[in-house]
């Protein structure tokens, strides 16, 4: 008997911003304490491998630094001068600072702000429940899925597809826009099967040589925002060279004859000069997946990234329908399978009490929005009261300096509760200690597979840490709304409403269980039966303004960027910051493998594997700009400027740098992190945050004794 079976094990699901939703095992060392972290081998999708951080998890959750008592600020903002407080002064005072802004500004004036830094349904969205009840300020969430989504909304019609375990039945599997071994580990898992039992080819296409593309059979690296070249010059040779399905296409597509006419131009060649690749590569792919019906096109969350992403998301998911891949096990294109869970979660987040005619903000635009933007603000009051669980903006949100601006207002209240001292945290006049996802109940869903998980409270917290429902209920009763739909009940009493209202039993069934499988057959994962269309098809003419989406803003912010510019056909658009002779480079900021957004960038390990904010730039490129390997570059743009060290890297284009993963702002030397460089506008149509679509200018670092302190008070 080996020692992990010796130990005592709970069963969880890990709670992170990650499509994979890892199911875990997790040693529980005694009531307060854990060890290593597991995958579930009998989970079938994360068939026993999890990321080498998650299983580092003890780390986190016994880390010395570990928010314990709520704080009061008790100095200028961003001091650091801070008094312990009791959670009964603290809610009081946050209680009476909110009903102060609603009084001076009206209930809109407050805006309760979070996100995915759990992906637990009870824990992140309860909150909604709080603004509906007292007519705060909605919250447009934007900052992750919505160009993707929209990209594959508008041709396949519905946010599912083939079983993700098939690519282990696949002959060809193509991992586009996403690093997988750096941020969904279970994607290589069942590609590296098929390669082992199959024989089947694996194809990277990203916009530098990352870890995944070093485990391909072919790899191709382009320049970023220029998918939609790509794609269109593959189907361009489907079509020439006789690959194309035309069965398929008549019986399920829309236009196939438009299409092929549409892309008569579109040549290997045209794309060769928009994407960096040659024209050999383009057309050695294009081959692979011509040929081989049981192609797996795995599209990534990279597509979310750039102006242009849902349109590139569309042409890349338009490929297997020319080449009818759908037809066949192992086969088809997928990305979420977000639309097959069909939760209700009306009681937990009080949707029976929303008012339509309270704004919306848009939480990308965070920045311009406590700035005071006229066009972020929709009409309505400056945001002087935050509520903030689960989200880092002042380190993740793009357009730095703004945010931080916004947050250092003396008019603006924030209270923020956290599990570490984060740069948010750091400009807040409250912070109330936050549990971690052992520590409470939960259920997750997983966009990447097909399960739905428990997370049963597996260990108690320290002394001082509170869960996000506990500060929800405790707020309601202080501001007056604990009698209102939804309030009163426990964590596990909206677990069992959840699981209850969708046929799968209760908290206690599905801790039995551990998770249940929801994905749906074959016909309806490969759209045998037909597209989520009204007509059943396929759409490669794309109805940007008319098309459903999961996550379309509400009518009343309207449709966001360059609408008009959006192609009705598949192709390259220019939506991005293309690079100008002020601004010769490309900047993506890619994740990094040992952090998750602002996540674990405070443990030791994967700290010291991460080693130092660095910039990935071309050796050529390098050697023009007279940098060495290390040496300090400083990068700008209209935005602003960061400090980083350069790390000459041959796997990328000349005129592409990459900065990967999101440190700290205070890791950086002037306390400024790479978001200052990113944008806040909202792209076409639906929006969302273009954080890898930057134009940028590079030069050697100044002097340390030469800096100017004026940008760090900027």
Partial sequence: MNQHAKLRIGHSACPHDCPSTCALEVELLDDKRI????????????????????????????????????????????EGAW??????AALDLVAEKLIAAEERHGSQTVWPYFYAGTMGLVQRDGIDRLRHAKKYSGFFGSICTNLAWTGWMVGAGALRGPDPREMAKSDCVVIWGTNAVVTQVNVMTHAIKARKERG????????????????????LVLKPGTDGALACAVMHVLFKEG?????????????????????????????????????????????????TRRTYFRLGYGFARQRNGAVNMHAASCIAAVTGSWQYEGGGAFHSNSGIFKLNQDVLEGTAMRDPSVRHLDHSRIGPVLTGAADALYGGPPVTALLIQNTNPVNVAPEQ?????????????????????TDTAKLADVVLPA??????????????????????????????PRTNHFVIEELGKRLGVADRPGFGLTEREHIDIILGKRGLGSFDSLKEQKWVDLQPDFETAHFINGFGHP?????????????????????????????????????????????????PFRLTTSPARNFLNSTFAETPVSKAKEGRPELLLHPDDAAALGLADGARVEVGNQRGEVVLHAKLFDGIKRG??????????????????????????APAPYGGAALHDNKVWLRKAEELGAQSNSRKSA
């Fill in 35 to 78: 060890g290593r972290v597991h995958g579930a081998k009998a989970n079938s999708y994360t068939a026993g491998v999890i990321c080498a951080k998650v299983a580092r998890y003890a780390d986190r959750v016994h880390h010395p630094d570990r928010l314990l008592k709520p704080l009061v600020r008790a100095g200028a903002k961003g």
């Fill in 83 to 88: 008094k312990e407080a009791s959670w009964e």
């Fill in 200 to 219: 089947a080819k694996i194809v990277v296409i990203d916009v530098y040589e990352n870890a995944t593309m070093k485990q391909a059979d072919l790899g």
């Fill in 243 to 291: 690959m194309a399905d035309r069965v398929y296409l008549e019986k399920y597509t829309d236009d196939p004859r438009g299409l092929e006419e549409h892309l008569k131009e579109r040549t290997p060649e045209w794309a060769a000069s928009i994407t960096g690749l040659d024209v050999a590569e383009i057309e050695t792919f294009a081959r692979l997946v011509g040929t």
């Fill in 401 to 421: 300096r703004l945010v931080r601006q916004g947050f250092l207002r003396d008019d603006l209240f924030s209270c923020v509760h956290e599990q570490f001292m």
């Fill in 435 to 464: 549990t971690m996802f052992l520590e409470h109940d939960d259920v997750y869903k997983g966009g990447g597979n097909q399960h739905i998980m428990l997370g049963p409270k597996l260990i108690d917290p320290p002394e001082g």
């Fill in 535 to 583: 007509d059943g098809k396929f759409r490669f003419r794309a109805d940007w303004t008319g098309q459903a989406a999961p996550n379309r803003p509400p009518k009343s912010m309207g449709l966001f960027g360059p609408v008009e510019r959006l192609p009705e056909l598949p192709d390259h658009v220019d939506l991005i910051e293309v690079a100008d002779e002020a601004h």
């Fill in 656 to 681: 592409v740098v990459i900065a990967e993963g999101i440190w700290p702002n205070s890791a950086h030397e002037r306390g400024e992190g790479i978001n200052v460089l990113t944008g806040a506008d």
